[in-house]
């Protein structure tokens, strides 16, 4: 469902993505993992559209997508949630999850809520009517993920989504992922530093300095690997 081929990215002068390869099938979960600074943001905005590759390929469901701007890729299914969240403080929880709508192409689209997005994350339901910025980072989280699937996507990418949380709700964002790429068929790829989190992945891709320098399944996920490339 995603190919990236020889992606080169740059900011100015500095060369900040090298050479990569990365690719994603459908219904799969895909972990990028690395230290601070070596690229995975880098990578996950490229995806999206928010940085342009000086070469190479993105492409999306067979479609070449490396000059289509952000909101065309997010109508075409590519959902992100980026570090931080960026959860609207002042708008309402239902409000956030409203403007999740703008990625859906379908002029029939009802301006209302489906019933999975709270049984993925129940404490959304309880709290539609309080202002984004007064939840928990928690559930700041949860809603960014659920804003992020009102949109629809067919690939959702997610920056470091458990940064700064208390363990007990990392649990529930882990169970809720996997839930989401089981029973839906949409595919995740995830920036990540818990471990336990990153073991939910069906493979992952290791980057150092802004290349990818190990791949393969979770589940062969070397202690060496996990101590080079992983905080916890
Ligand atoms: N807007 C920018 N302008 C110039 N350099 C940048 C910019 N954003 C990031 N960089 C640099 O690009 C490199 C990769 O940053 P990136 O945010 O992709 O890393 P990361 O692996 O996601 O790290 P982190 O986990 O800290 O977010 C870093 O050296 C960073 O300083």
């Not at 690395?34 to 999306?60: A, E, F, H, P, Q």
Request: charged letters at 20%; one cysteine or more.
């Amino acid at each position: 469902m995603l190919q990236l081929s020889d992606i080169n990215v740059y900011y100015g002068e500095s060369h900040i993505l090298r050479n990569v390869d990365l690719s994603i099938e459908e219904s799969q979960m895909v972990c990028l993992i690395g230290r601070n600074g070596v690229g995975k943001t880098t990578l996950l905005k490229t995806i999206i559209g928010l940085l342009k590759s000086r070469t190479g390929s993105v492409d999306y469901n067979g479609q070449v997508i490396s000059q289509k701007t952000p909101d065309q890729r997010a109508r075409m299914g590519i959902g992100y949630v980026p570090q931080g969240r960026e959860v609207i403080p002042r708008l309402t929880v239902k409000e956030n999850l409203l403007l999740g709508l703008e990625a859906v192409v379908d002029k029939r689209k009802k301006l209302e809520i489906p019933e999975e997005i709270f049984n993925l994350f129940p404490v959304l339901k309880k709290m539609l009517s309080r202002m984004g910025g007064d939840l928990s980072g928690g559930q700041q989280q949860q809603l960014a993920i659920a804003r992020a699937l009102m949109g629809r996507p067919k690939l959702l990418l997610l920056d470091e989504p458990t940064e700064g949380i208390q363990p007990s709700i990392i649990l529930e964002i882990e169970a809720a992922v996997r839930h989401i790429v089981e029973t839906t068929g949409i595919s995740v790829l995830l920036v990540e530093q818990h471990l336990h989190f990153v073991r939910q992945a069906d493979k992952y891709y290791a980057m150092q300095k802004g290349g990818i320098v190990a791949s393969g399944p979770t589940h062969e996920l070397s202690q060496e690997v996990i101590q080079k490339f992983l905080a916890v």
